[in-house]
């Protein structure tokens, strides 16, 4: 297998699913497929035990925003663990792509869990705050103005934390995910436009030059980059009875 230069981030790369007129079988297929890819390569228990469970609580409802939600796969594994862990949440996954939203809404439901046809800076218009804001694979698909409107409009929107989390470019990404994913090549989009992330993907060093002052980039698994909001105020707030 040929590994092809990563040295740079490949701006011009296209993922077939942002292609609003791309084979609906194969998107909803590789919406379907996310939740397995995503629990091997995403790392999100982690990430949320590391950095949403101490701010969930048994006796107040946080509210959890996941922008970009795709298929909803990652709302609805975060409404579970909470409620695993006693915790109360409310999570609500948003995406403007109907295609995206559609299969979302059509799965079945979780309890604590609602899906909104919705792009970030339509909640920022509506003045509506959640506790955390996190997404998944949405940095690498965006431009630098949209990077820019996404990181103003998950400060808006959060209260306490966001927790944008995506791929680390790097060559072993590359070989494992080619590998890991052949079976599922000719079904989906996911191979395809997994190998296409990877080359769009920022490093560490790269992600937090684009996101700027007051964003830091954490690595809490293989691969991964997990850009946090530090001008946020401190955790303990959730606790003190005035959110
Ligand atoms: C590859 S999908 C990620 C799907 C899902 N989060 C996952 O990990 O399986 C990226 C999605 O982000 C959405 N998106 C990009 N910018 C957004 C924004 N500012 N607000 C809401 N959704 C956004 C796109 O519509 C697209 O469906």
Do not use: K
């Not at 590789?30 to 006796?59: E, I, K, M, S």
């Not at 298929?71 to 609500?92: E, H, I, P, S």
């Amino acid at each position: 297998m040929r590994v092809p230069d990563l040295t740079t981030r490949d701006r011009t790369a296209v993922e077939l699913m942002d292609d609003p007129d791309c084979d609906l079988l194969a998107l909803e297929r590789t919406y379907a497929q996310f939740r397995a890819v995503n629990a091997v390569v995403a790392g999100w228990q982690l990430t949320y035990r590391r950095y949403v469970r101490p701010l969930l609580h048994a006796d107040r409802t946080a509210t959890i925003l996941d922008v970009g939600c795709g298929g909803g796969d990652l709302a609805r594994a975060l409404a579970r663990w909470a409620q695993r862990d006693g915790r109360r949440a409310q999570v609500t996954g948003i995406d403007p792509d109907p295609r995206a939203h559609a299969w979302a809404a059509r799965q079945p439901p979780v309890p604590g869990v609602s899906f909104r046809c919705a792009h970030s800076s339509d909640l920022v218009a509506e003045g509506r705050p959640f506790d955390v804001v996190v997404s998944n694979h949405v940095l690498h698909h965006l431009d630098q103005h949209e990077l820019d409107t996404l990181l103003h409009d998950s400060r808006a929107l959060a209260r306490v934390r966001v927790a944008h989390s995506d791929i680390a470019r790097g060559a072993w990404a590359y070989r494992l995910f080619s590998v890991g994913t052949r079976p599922l090549a000719s079904e989906s989009f996911i191979r395809e436009d997994g190998l296409t992330s990877i080359r769009r993907s920022y490093t560490p060093a790269e992600l937090a030059a684009a996101a700027g002052p007051g964003w830091r980039v954490a690595q809490p698994w293989p691969a991964r980059n997990l850009l946090l909001d530090d001008g946020l105020p401190d955790d303990s707030l959730l606790d003190d009875g005035t959110r």
